[in-house]
């Protein structure tokens, strides 16, 4: 039986990966800062703990582990990320995490690392324009990511890769791009845009009038929870290293996100654009790379995922007290 660490496994996409490996037959630790919100916990054996702390992490390490996916980080939705008031904690946290894990597991002899980066690594000169962003993955430098989120996934995309040429840990860099579904974080600030939209349109009357940032015509694509798992999991069996990008090419602006969202829900809906924080105006997956290392691309349409989060959400905005802490 392989054993499996999961960094962030109190998380989204955490949670998700956790099922997949679990079905694959892993024996699964997971480990964050906090359980699961919405009870999808189905680790073997979960730690509760400040990954930032160099004795929790060495706690992980107390059995052969083969693999590690380390997914913990500080962030969030543009509300969290790009206001600028949260750039210490991003940039701190975040670091303190993948230098304890990484290091951790060369000294304990891991076999393979996973290290979830972002699409928010992308210079934003090249994205700028919403219907032309540029985002292959050898595009990264000159760097100039439009926030500190991004600067710290490079870091730390260079910190992984250092160990690989210096050590020959067996990394795997995945750069995601927008990734939603259910079990997700919807609410508080912290939400992408996608579960932010579902919310909103959940919560409005037929006819009614939701707030949108912006002028809505800031473009991006958004890739399901499960194909992400997916990506993932082909990326750790093969050879290839990374970056890769893992998202969907199938953009659209954010009004016409709303506008799907209350195509599903069934009901018209109005937005009324309002300032806020937005991140770069265009931002697209190029899966050029992907699908010629790792022979893979989406197969599921952006409705399709978004009729099952919306379902869910739904459910949560109409039953709050089922939330499980």
């Not at 985002?135 to 160990?163: H, I, M």
């Not at 082909?234 to 996100?257: A, K, T």
Request: charged residues 25%.
């Amino acid at each position: 039986m392989k054993t499996a660490i999961v960094c962030g496994a109190g998380g989204f996409i955490g949670g998700h990966l956790v099922n997949r490996l679990k079905k694959e037959g892993y024996w699964v630790r997971g480990a964050d800062i906090k359980s699961n919100e919405y009870g999808n916990n189905s680790a073997d054996d979960f730690v509760l703990g400040d990954l930032r702390n160099h004795e929790v992490c060495e706690s992980l390490f107390d059995r052969k582990i083969d693999e590690v996916y380390q997914l913990a980080a500080d962030m969030g939705g543009a509300g969290y990320l790009f206001t600028g008031e949260n750039d210490a904690d991003v940039m701190h946290n975040s670091a303190l995490i993948n230098l304890n894990i990484l290091d951790l597991s060369r000294i304990n002899n891991v076999e393979k690392i996973f290290y979830s980066s972002s699409a928010c690594v992308y210079p934003e000169y090249n994205q700028m324009d919403p219907e032309n962003p540029n985002c292959s993955e050898d595009t990264v430098y000159p760097a100039a990511p439009d926030s500190e989120y991004g600067w710290e996934k490079l870091f730390s995309e260079r910190l992984y890769l250092s160990y690989y040429k210096n050590w020959g840990i067996q990394i795997r860099i995945g750069r995601f791009h927008n990734i939603f579904g259910p079990q997700g974080t919807w609410e508080g600030g912290k939400e992408k845009v996608p579960a932010a939209v579902c919310r909103k349109v959940a919560q409005a009357e037929n006819g009614g009038l939701i707030d949108i940032w912006g002028d809505g015509k800031q473009t991006r694509s958004f890739l399901y929870v499960d194909e992400c798992v997916e990506a993932v999991r082909r990326l750790m069996i093969g050879d290839f290293l990374g970056p890769v990008n893992i998202g969907s090419e199938e953009m659209l602006p954010i009004n016409d996100l709303v506008t799907l969202v209350a195509k599903v829900a069934k009901k018209e809906i109005f937005i009324n654009h309002i300032p806020g924080p937005l991140g770069v105006r265009g931002r697209n997956s190029d899966n050029t790379l992907i699908k010629e290392k790792l022979a893979w691309a989406p197969s599921q349409s952006l409705s399709e995922g978004i009729e099952k989060t919306y379902q869910w959400i739904t459910e949560q905005v109409a039953n709050p007290q089922q939330i499980v802490n």
